[in-house]
Nanobody, 122 residues
């Protein structure tokens, strides 16, 4: 499966961005968003299950970011509000096959997008 992210850019602190991730094919996966600041590993941001009925977030983004999906469009979204300079990173969309206990590490996912840069200025 191919994952293509879009929606990154430059925004001032306190602003908003909406990332999207379109998946190829017809299979519906459990999906997640990760981020990577320079010289760091990919950090978990948010997860949504295949139906959209279950979501969870990293503590650092709770109350500010919202993950959602539209299965008719094979698209997952990450609405990012109240952005902070420390949110600056490359954001990656990821898809997981099968069923796992949790989906909070990069090892829980099987497919990755190319990433989209989010830069938040102070």
């Amino acid at each position: 499966v191919q994952l293509v992210e879009a929606g990154g850019g430059l925004v001032q602190a306190g602003g908003s961005l909406r990332l999207s991730c379109v998946a190829s094919g017809r299979t519906i996966y459990n999906m997640g968003w990760f981020c990577r600041a320079s010289a760091t590993d990919r950090d978990f941001v948010a997860h949504v299950n295949w139906s959209g009925g279950n979501t969870y977030y990293a503590d650092s983004v709770k109350g500010r970011f919202t993950i959602s999906r539209d299965n008719a469009k094979n698209t997952v979204y990450l609405q990012m509000n109240s952005l902070k300079p420390e949110d600056t990173a490359v954001y990656y969309c990821a898809a997981a096959r099968g069923s796992r206990i949790a989906y909070t590490t990069k090892y829980d996912y099987d497919y990755w997008g190319q990433g989209t840069q989010v830069t938040v200025s102070s």
